[in-house]
């Protein structure tokens, strides 16, 4: 059951979001990026943000736990987000990136090792979505992805006269109680590009791997921008002299030269080829064959924003054969 | 909700130098790990390492510590009472429970033969479950042969049969020198019925599952350890993960055939 929003009253109702806490949307400063907003006239709903959603929730470096004198101790964490009671709400993201949420789900949430700092962002921050009408880029191929319509509180699309809004959550529900109620099940936009899904085992020792990671320069943006990619680096930085500091991890890429090091110095995925295969193949197939869903939600930057312009999707339509 | 990464801190009890550059440390603690799992271990300020553990069922947790980085270094350089820290168990075991009434045959190089001291123990105290048991371990030269009081026990015990790359100086075990695969090839075991338990440098492991299965022993009876840099070992940082295993949760023990011919 979702509710309907006239649109007339749509800069009321962000106005609202805004008062109610940190509104946090996409605003086109140096390019299009998810900030604080402190005017809704601000807000651009039109194009992907260059960022995706996940560094809300997987900051790019954080602190795990404390070392106070030599000792790890864990953090104290208030019970609300912010001491004042305000929430923090993120507004017009689309729903390649919150299926990618759903993603980092599966590893940090529901998991044999569920992580606290993740699930506590989780249960604090409130996620407003838009649905895309058009594909914002060229580059989107989110219609053969299978997205799901999970992973968020509200989401708005919007029709001729009106927007209809879905309702996940009971969070979401208390914010948009006061409007009309519908049923109505919204359209996903229709992508031009599409990834032909297959089993790649068979071609995993196929040349094209090397066409395309020849190219390659290890400039990471593609795991930088990925809005599933998390894997992580664990250090711990400390003054010497107080024996004080911290326990962090930072996100880090398997296309780093240093990724799979183990003391010693042995490096395991040494070439750029099999950097280049393990990030695909992680995106398209080791995550499908364990969760049945592909880890890749289309969203289409690694290959916008590539350096070099390597597109996975078309070498796996047209090579793999 | 507590901090999966959260740590608990341990006192060293004992500090026993096995070679030039292996220590084991035996550290008072109350996690009692299956053969083949291993724990974090950390000093904080340093890192986490992840270190396989080499005892089973005691009070006594004993890690074996090759100094190859950073934390191992450090580690290297503690004192007995001092306190270290220490997560897990993590990850799989041998699956020796399975493998009652079965010979098995023991392969290691190294300090691969640390895990496998684990697998010793929990034998010794359950040595009428299994047949015939044989232990092929290899070490660089007679001065890294760890594990020196407890060889002379295990040869009384097992069918040892201990060999060393290079003797340039003395010899004291008397042991054949050459490669354990070399050892391997020419010894007299029989594939019927028998498990191999294999922990060691990946070349050293390779080679010996070839001459293994031109024995005629079948890749679903042989038990591997794999090795990466584990550094969340919950199975998400990925920096363990190979072909869309995590060594940390799936691994780091996987059935041979599981695994075989996994490519990077």
Request: aromatic share 10%; hydrophobic share 35%; with cysteine.
């Amino acid at each position: 059951m979702g509710r309907v929003l006239k649109k007339e009253d749509y800069k009321n109702f962000l106005i609202k979001f805004k008062n109610a806490g940190e509104l946090i949307a996409p605003v086109k400063t140096d390019m299009l990026r998810f900030q604080k907003i402190e005017d809704v006239e601000d807000i651009k709903l039109e194009g992907n943000p260059f960022f995706p959603l996940k560094k809300f929730f997987l900051p790019n470096e954080e602190i795990l736990l404390k070392i106070r004198n030599g000792l790890t101790k864990e953090l104290k964490r208030k019970k609300s987000f912010f001491s004042n009671e305000k929430k923090k709400i993120i507004f017009g993201a689309k729903l390649c990136d919150i299926n990618g949420l759903s993603i980092l789900d599966k590893l940090f949430l529901d998991h044999e090792y569920p992580d606290e700092a993740y699930k506590y962002r989780r249960e604090n921050i409130i996620v407003v979505g838009v649905n895309c009408l058009t594909p914002p880029s060229q580059h989107c191929f989110c219609s053969s992805m299978d997205l799901k319509k999970e992973s968020y509180d509200l989401l708005l699309h919007e029709r001729e006269n009106d927007y209809y809004i879905d309702v996940l959550s009971e969070t979401g529900k208390k914010l948009v109680k006061y409007l009309p109620e519908e049923n109505f099940d919204y359209p996903l936009p229709e992508t031009r590009k599409k990834l032909d899904k297959k089993n790649l085992w068979p071609f995993f020792a196929d040349n094209y791997w090397e066409n395309d990671s020849e190219q390659c320069v290890s400039c990471q943006r593609c795991t930088i921008l990925c809005p599933t990619c998390f894997c992580f680096d664990m250090f711990d930085n400390i003054n010497p002299s107080t024996r004080n500091g911290n326990r962090k991890r930072k996100i880090d890429s398997c296309h780093s030269k240093d990724f799979t090091k183990v003391a010693g110095g042995h490096v395991f995925r040494d070439t750029r080829l099999k950097q280049y295969r393990h990030r695909v193949l992680h995106k398209v197939q080791f995550f499908e064959d364990k969760f049945k869903r592909s880890m890749c939600t289309g969203c289409g930057r690694c290959i916008e924003h590539c350096h070099s312009k390597i597109d996975f999707v078309k070498t796996i339509n047209e090579d793999f054969k | 909700m507590k901090s999966i990464y959260q740590a608990k801190r341990y006192k060293i009890k004992d500090i026993q130098r096995q070679s030039n550059n292996n220590i084991m440390l035996r550290i008072k603690t109350k996690i009692n790990p299956s053969p083949g799992q291993f724990v974090e271990v950390s000093i904080p300020g340093i890192g986490e390492s992840p270190i396989s553990t080499a005892s089973y069922n005691k009070k006594i947790l004993d890690l074996n510590v090759q100094v190859v980085g950073n934390v191992t270094e450090a580690l290297a350089k503690m004192r007995i009472g001092q306190k270290i820290h220490l997560r897990g168990p993590y990850g799989t075991s041998y699956p020796l429970e399975q493998l009652k009434g079965e010979n098995l045959i023991l392969v290691a190089g190294g300090c691969g033969v640390a895990p496998l001291r684990a697998v010793i123990e929990y034998l010794k105290e359950r040595r009428l479950d299994y047949k015939e048991i044989h232990l092929f371990f290899g070490f660089r030269s007679p001065k890294d042969i760890l594990f020196k009081e407890e060889m002379k026990e295990w040869k009384s015990l097992y069918h040892l049969n201990l060999s060393v790359d290079k003797a340039p100086e003395e010899n004291p075990f008397n042991c054949p020198v050459g490669f354990v695969t070399q050892i391997l090839e020419e010894a007299d075991i029989s594939a019927d019925n028998s498990s191999i338990l294999l922990c060691g440098p990946p070349v050293m492991m390779d080679k010996s599952i070839t001459i293994l299965e031109n024995k005629g022993f079948s890749t679903d009876k042989m038990w591997i350890s794999l090795e990466r840099h584990m550094k969340c070992s919950t199975g998400k940082c990925g920096h363990c993960m190979v072909n869309g295993k995590y060594l940390c949760i799936d691994g780091p023990v996987f059935r041979y055939d599981k695994v075989k011919g996994i490519d990077e």
